[in-house]
């Protein structure tokens, strides 16, 4: 007779330590090991919230918790023992920052271990976890947590930039998840209320109560969309750059999804190419503008080598980055992303941002961005761009074009956006934005 009773689900913390390893082994993004892998998939809804938030605070408190587990070792774990590192970083996470109950977390992380070629590892696995659960409030105290988790590469790069204070704040900041930001498509007072939201300066809602995301009043109807406050800003300094309007006008959104920015444009009554390499990134970006009840052109292309029938009044290019500055929201960033991986980004962008220029119509406007931190990504590349004779001359932007952000606008009057802006209201991502007229 055929089992027709339901599969069993998979342990979640077997699943958060399988999500870990996809990233940290397989440098694959946290992402997209949560789209494939099969585990995640198969868990309870409120299981999926638990092992996301395992995994995340492991990334996100990584070289707290590897000093942690170093401090309860006579000697360093060898290379082949990388799965028991990985159990005990979960366990760690659990005890010295979700707040898990030890006996819980002590015992259902244990239980990883056994019936393993790693079972022999089990009593110390024990024992550092029950060490840990007594002794990591203190030892915790101790810990200079900003540099601890951060990289060398990016703390050095963030010091050179923004200075050592700035720094600080920026890694500190690093340590607490981002809230919901929501960009409505009109009445943002009106549904700041039904969502028991806050109405940033920039116009953007912001929610820092949880529940699923699905669940909330107007997703359904089409009425928002999940953005970040500085991701927002780009396509609104666009917007601006026409006192007249933006309706009515041929806009290119180049490298466009998920499609925020898209949205905006659609949103304004622009008449929207979005253009992405990626013909499964677009096929997201068709389901979220059908949901918003939003047309827009739907292109699959190289933006690099595009080429339409026509120009265009204004060009946006959020391009492909190191994604520094959203660190908050995407902690495994700063495990994936090196040094080297800037360098070849930037080679990227600026073959992008060339192309991107020549679709510009004689007086029309041009949208650099980056969701970047690093100035190799964002400043240099403009200054790079115009030493390189490109007919544009920047457009500064105000602070009254973005809420009154005065901190984020730099003396070129870009926008250089810090986690640490607004950080009493939950911060920003980071995001440099430069306008230009052609």
């Given amino acids: 007779m055929k089992d027709t009773s339901p599969s069993r689900q998979p342990d979640t913390r077997a699943v958060a330590t399988s999500l870990l390893r996809t990233v940290l082994r397989r440098g694959q993004s946290l992402d997209?090991?949560?789209?494939?892998?099969?585990?995640?998939?198969?868990?309870?809804?409120?299981?999926k919230a638990f092992a996301r938030l395992i995994t995340a605070t492991t990334f996100?408190?990584?070289?707290?918790?590897?000093?942690?587990?170093?401090?309860?070792?006579?000697?360093?774990?060898?290379?082949?023992?990388?799965?028991?590192q990985d159990i005990l970083r979960i366990g760690?996470?659990?005890?010295?920052?979700?707040?898990?109950?030890?006996?819980?977390?002590?015992?259902?992380?244990?239980?990883?271990?056994?019936g393993r070629r790693i079972a022999h590892y089990r009593a110390l696995v024990n024992a550092v976890l029950r060490r840990i659960s007594r002794e990591a409030a203190g030892l915790i105290g101790e810990h200079d947590a900003a540099r601890l988790n951060t990289p060398d590469w990016l703390w050095q790069a963030w010091t050179r930039a923004h200075g050592e204070e700035t720094c600080r704040h920026i890694a500190t900041c690093h340590l607490s998840e981002a809230p919901l930001d929501i960009t409505v498509k009109g009445n943002a007072a009106e549904w700041a209320e039904k969502l028991n939201a806050e109405q940033l300066p920039t116009g953007t809602l912001r929610r820092m109560a949880g529940g699923r995301i699905e669940d909330l009043a107007g997703y359904a109807d089409g009425v928002w969309w999940i953005q970040d406050a500085a991701a927002a800003l780009p396509a609104r300094v666009l917007m601006t750059a026409f006192p007249e309007g933006i309706a009515g006008r041929c806009v290119a959104d180049l490298c466009a999804a998920p499609g925020g920015k898209t949205a905006q444009l659609a949103a304004a009554g622009a008449r929207v190419s979005a253009v992405d390499i990626s013909a499964a990134r677009?096929?997201?970006l068709e389901d979220n503008l059908n949901r918003l009840g939003l047309d827009a052109s739907l292109v699959v292309s190289d933006a690099a080598t595009w080429r339409p029938d026509g120009l265009f009044d204004a060009v946006l290019l959020d391009a492909p980055c190191s994604g520094t500055g959203t660190i908050r929201r995407r902690p495994d960033i700063a495990r994936l992303k090196s040094l080297a991986d800037v360098q070849r980004l930037t080679n990227l962008q600026r073959q992008l941002l060339d192309a991107a220029s020549r679709l510009v119509a004689p007086g029309g406007v041009l949208v650099y961005a980056v969701c970047s931190l690093q100035p190799e990504e964002g400043e240099a590349q403009i200054q790079a761009f115009q030493e390189r004779g490109a007919p544009f001359v920047r457009q500064p932007i105000t602070p009254a074009e973005i809420g009154g952000l005065d901190d984020a606008v730099t003396p070129f009057g870009d926008i250089m956006t810090l986690p640490c802006h607004l950080s009493k209201r939950g911060g920003l991502d980071g995001f440099y934005v430069a306008r230009l007229r052609a």
Avoid: M, W, Y
């Avoid at 401090?71 to 990388?82: H, I, T, V």
């Fill in 32 to 47: 997209s090991a949560l789209t494939n892998d099969l585990g995640f998939s198969a868990l309870q809804p409120r299981d």
């Fill in 60 to 84: 996100r408190r990584l070289g707290q918790i590897d000093s942690l587990i170093a401090g309860c070792l006579d000697n360093a774990l060898p290379d082949k023992a990388s799965l028991v």
């Fill in 92 to 114: 760690v996470a659990q005890l010295a920052f979700i707040g898990t109950p030890a006996h819980a977390a002590v015992d259902r992380t244990v239980a990883l271990v056994r």
């Fill in 282 to 284: 677009i096929a997201r």
